[in-house]
């Protein structure tokens, strides 16, 4: 979730408020390369990421990269794509995360072309302009500024971006494998700041943990036989009953570092009877009325347990004969630290139906939520109050995923610290005239600019 919109006095404030050893780099550049990168249609299927990461290559080339320096990797119809920034010291490196991918956009939907960048009343449209393109374009454009700076950082920066976050995240399996060494990872796909509606920002979130993703198959099979001829047992109507089972089953609530450092700030902000909820549940656990209040809140259940859905359903073969099939996928958000297997047994307890098989989508990745690190709570709260002296910064957690779920579960700490700030009310990714407010590049840009200066340097 990042989300700003500021107006452009402000933006040029803002430029002008970065650090004083900072250079960060050219707005206007970076603006470009944004453009450049959402008129790329890197959509599954399209065969176009390696393109958009030859357009990377030919930036940082031109600013002073070797070309040994900036590997490009083919796989399939996709690529990846790493970029390394030479240190003086064998310190383990710093990684920056990126994906170069976007989901699909019908252009008969949107008002303008999807992947025809326009710059229309001080936002530039286009898919992916939001997820991910702003924070990637903003991580090359100061790559490439720290090289022609001359730039020498104490630990290698190394920024990779995978080739299909959108889908399988192969990509991502490959770099986190290969780069499972490194002291940490700065996602710019994750964390990132609110503007409130009154162009007045609120708080900065920053992600240090992701809930695992995983999907299970619930089976049941028959003999079936003649419709007319129906007996005690039926597939549908046992996975059904299955189904009912897991819907009105609530997971044990659990907290981590995330939450009880989080849920404060967020209940301060959000206030009324889910605020207070929050707050008296980060201080007791077992609280049931918090507990029950937070459950019934779309917005924050996810916060506080594993979460498991129903989400597809099918049966049967024909209308006159008895199913001899029938199944579900369950689609769980798992709990930092909770394993995948741990779950289905829950599920499996649950149902408690010998006849319903639960099986695990052996894709499921888990991963426990990364530490709060001072030295990486202090960058980015240094980065984020040269924008806005004050604002809160409020450690987090995603229900959802993205590429640092894999390079934490190979023991790499992975930060959600993208630069853009926006209202609420502007984002729209994944979804029509997806957009991104002109005014953030500028302050996005001396954000990566303090990030990488400060923690390449220990």
């Known amino acids: 979730m990042r989300i700003s919109h500021a107006p452009l006095a402000l933006a040029a404030a803002l430029f002008a408020a970065a650090p004083a050893h900072a250079r960060p780099a050219d707005p206007v550049a970076a603006k470009q390369i944004l453009m450049d990168s959402i ?30 320096d900036v590997v490009i990797t083919p796989m399939g119809e996709t690529a990846t794509f790493a970029a390394t920034l030479k240190g003086t010291s064998d310190a383990k490196p710093i990684l920056l995360l990126g994906h170069m991918d976007v989901v699909e956009a019908d252009a008969k939907d949107w008002t303008r072309d999807p992947f025809v960048p326009v710059e229309e009343d001080g936002y530039i449209f286009g898919r992916g302009s939001e997820d991910n393109k ?34 399988s995240m192969t990509t991502t399996r490959a770099l986190a494998a290969k780069y499972k060494g490194a002291e940490m990872a700065l996602n710019g796909d994750g964390g990132g700041g609110l503007i409130g509606e009154d162009g007045k920002a609120q708080y900065y979130g920053l992600q240090a943990g992701e809930k695992t993703y ?33 819907g009105a089953y609530h997971f044990k609530p659990q907290q981590n570092e995330l939450t009880r450092a989080g849920m404060p700030i967020v209940a301060d902000q959000v206030g009324g009877e889910i605020g ?54 369950i689609n769980c958000r798992i709990f930092p630290g909770v394993a995948v297997e741990a779950v289905r047994a829950e599920l499996e307890k649950v149902i408690a139906d010998p006849a319903v098989a639960v099986k695990t989508d052996p894709d499921a990745t888990a991963s426990d939520a990364s530490p709060l690190r001072k030295d990486v709570v202090t960058a980015v709260t240094k980065a984020v109050h040269a924008r806005f002296p004050g604002i809160p910064i409020i450690p987090s957690m995603s229900a959802g995923a993205t590429d640092s779920l894999h390079f934490r579960a190979v023991g790499v700490p992975s ?19 997806e957009r991104v407010p002109v005014a953030a590049i500028p302050g996005a840009l001396a954000h990566w600019d303090s990030l990488l200066r400060d923690l390449s340097k220990q």
Not at 39 to 60: D, F, M, S
Request: hydrophobic content about 45%; overall charge neutral; some cysteine.
């Open 415 to 433: 930060y959600g610290v993208a630069g853009l700030f926006s209202k609420a009310s502007d984002s729209f990714a994944h979804g029509l005239n």
């Open 214 to 246: 995983a999907d299970f198959t619930l089976e049941v099979t028959n003999p079936g036989g003649h419709s007319s001829r129906p007996g005690p047992i039926n597939a549908i109507v046992q996975l059904s009953n299955a189904l009912a089972r897991v």
């Open 39 to 68: 008129a790329i249609p890197t959509v599954a299927g399209r065969g176009k990421v390696p393109e958009l990461a030859a357009y990377y290559k030919k930036v940082l080339t031109a600013a002073g990269f070797a070309d040994g």
């Open 276 to 329: 207070a909820a929050l707050k008296a549940f980060a201080a007791d656990p077992a609280d049931a009325a918090a507990i029950a209040t937070i459950t019934a809140d779309p917005e924050y259940v996810g916060q506080i347990g594993t979460t498991c859905v129903p989400t597809l359903v099918n049966g049967g073969h024909a209308e006159n004969a008895l199913p001899q099939r029938a199944t579900a996928n």
């Open 134 to 167: 702003f924070d990637v374009a903003m991580m090359v454009a100061t790559m490439a500024q720290l090289k022609k700076d001359g730039f020498r950082p104490k630990r290698t920066i190394i920024l990779l971006l995978s080739g299909d976050e959108e889908t």
